[in-house]
Nanobody, 119 residues
Framework: QVQLVESGGGFVQAGDSLRLSCAASGRTFSSYYMGWFRQAPGKEREFVSDISRYGASTNYANSVKGRFTISRDNAKNTVYLQMNILKPEDTAVYYC????????????WGQGTQVTVSS
């Protein structure tokens, strides 16, 4: 079982940038597809982005496409989410997650990191 710990959240102004990190421990990190999700107050958790085992393939929600970039460093067992041109509607708790295959369920989750964007 992989353990995930997110960091890098904070309070920023609209238009600012943040980089989230998710450190993994346990089984070989490169075995996992990794993803980022977020949950805003009163809303369901939603998909933000994911990345394949070696980074060749990435996907983004339409709401963040062109502003967010997912990447990973398998040597550091870490996945990142670079968030640019942040908007108040990006305010949420951000979670990273892992799964074994492109079509399998997300089964490992971090504890989340809060991102608050002020207008």
């Amino acid at each position: 079982q992989v353990q995930l710990v997110e960091s890098g959240g904070g309070f920023v102004q609209a238009g600012d940038s943040l980089r989230l990190s998710c450190a993994a421990s346990g089984r070989t990190f490169s075995s996992y597809y990794m993803g980022w999700f977020r949950q805003a107050p009163g809303k369901e958790r939603e998909f933000v982005s994911d990345i394949s085992r070696y980074g060749a393939s990435t996907n983004y929600a339409n709401s963040v496409k062109g502003r967010f970039t997912i990447s990973r460093d398998n040597a550091k067992n870490t996945v990142y989410l670079q968030m640019n041109i942040l908007k108040p509607e990006d305010t949420a708790v951000y979670y990273c997650a892992a799964r074994m295959n492109r079509n399998s369920d997300w089964y490992a989750w971090g504890q989340g990191t809060q991102v608050t964007v002020s207008s």
